[in-house]
């Protein structure tokens, strides 16, 4: 293990904010891990992944370990579905390309989201209609303090909407060291109902989709309306999209007849954030190199040389904006740092 001292973080974060680290190491073995712990106390420590859901707003003063352990097994497997263990460094989109190759399916929705699998668990990652509980099995962490790996089950991890019980109760006590899945071989359940896939696939002629079918069509759509970080800095989604009352949004409905949602429950309705900041007029819009994307209203970019508490105040302006046009609180989706 090699200590690096002062070290940028710009390409180590979505948004390329160019901040440093006081040291920086890269852990490639569960070993090296848990000798680094036993040397350092967890609050000195900076935990890295794919670096794809933070905002990072100045240096970290700490030892900022990157995880990067890597490995791809089948743990088990039947006629119909199979068990595969990912560690947490494997790109989080290379590994959903490396199930679809196999045949597996599950992820496919999950397409071209960044980041890495360690921290996928974290944010319980979603999109076009899928989450990651939906396939999750189980995840091994290492405790900070005491140095043993503990398997969380899908219980333990207490999902919900782009939450776990890693960002609440047990928030900076594990570090995710791997997480199985499990995907079907055969008879595959497809989610084409939601966004914009039906019309997707419609436009390429294909009326009997593979799974192959709805990655390359989601991927095609993330890449119409979301910049790739490595030509403009951005974490994707920055907002969650709120879930809101049947009655708040009726009244709503009544002053916006045209605001699209999402039925939750009986009693709640989901509204798509970038629907409202579009409609409050920041789609777009841009203050020196921090701004909002031209084509998805839901993603702030950095254009070049934008610190992250510039992104940080952009952030803000817009959540006001949108308390006060349509009385919801927007919740930011990364972490702020």
Not at 37 to 57: C, D, H, P, Q, V
Not at 236 to 262: M, R, W
Request: proline share 3%; aromatic share 8%.
């Amino acid at each position: 293990m090699r200590v690096l001292r002062n070290y940028s973080l710009k390409d180590h974060n979505s948004f390329g904010i160019d901040v440093r680290a006081e040291k920086f190491i890269s852990i490639q073995k569960i070993e090296d891990l848990r000798n680094l712990l036993r040397k350092s106390y967890a609050s000195e420590l900076f935990i890295l992944g794919g670096g794809s859901n933070m905002l990072l707003t100045g240096d970290v003063n700490k030892m900022v370990l990157h995880i990067a352990l890597k490995g791809k097994d089948i743990v088990s497997e039947t006629d119909s579905e199979v068990v595969i263990e990912a560690a947490a460094g494997e790109n989080w989109h290379e590994f959903v390309l490396w199930t679809l190759k196999q045949g597996f399916g599950g992820l496919e929705n999950l397409s071209l989201i960044p980041g890495n699998v360690g921290t996928a668990p974290i944010q319980n990652i979603g999109a076009y209609g899928v989450e990651l509980k939906d396939t999750f099995v189980s995840c091994k962490a290492m405790n900070v303090q005491t140095l043993e790996e503990k398997e969380f089950s899908l219980e333990d991890c207490d999902f919900s909407y782009r939450n776990s019980v890693f960002k609440n109760q047990l928030k900076g006590q594990y570090i995710i060291t791997s997480v199985k899945f499990r995907l079907t071989k055969k008879d595959h359940h497809l989610n084409i109902d939601y966004g914009s896939i039906r019309s997707e696939l419609t436009a390429k002629g294909i009326t009997e989709p593979e799974i192959q079918d709805i990655s390359n069509a989601v991927i095609a759509i993330r890449r119409s309306k979301l910049p790739d970080p490595k030509e403009i800095g951005n974490s994707g989604s920055f907002f969650k999209n709120p879930v809101i009352s049947k009655d708040q949004f009726e009244g709503l409905k009544s002053k916006f007849p045209e605001i699209p949602s999402y039925e939750v429950s009986e009693d709640e309705i989901k509204v798509p954030a970038g629907w409202l900041i579009d409609t409050a007029g920041f789609k777009g819009y841009r203050n020196g190199d921090a701004g909002v994307h031209k084509n998805q209203a839901l993603v702030l970019v950095n254009y070049g040389e934008a610190t992250g508490s510039e992104i940080l105040d952009l952030s803000k302006t817009i959540q006001k904006s949108i308390k006060d046009k349509f009385g919801i609180d927007l919740e930011a989706e990364v972490n702020i740092i």
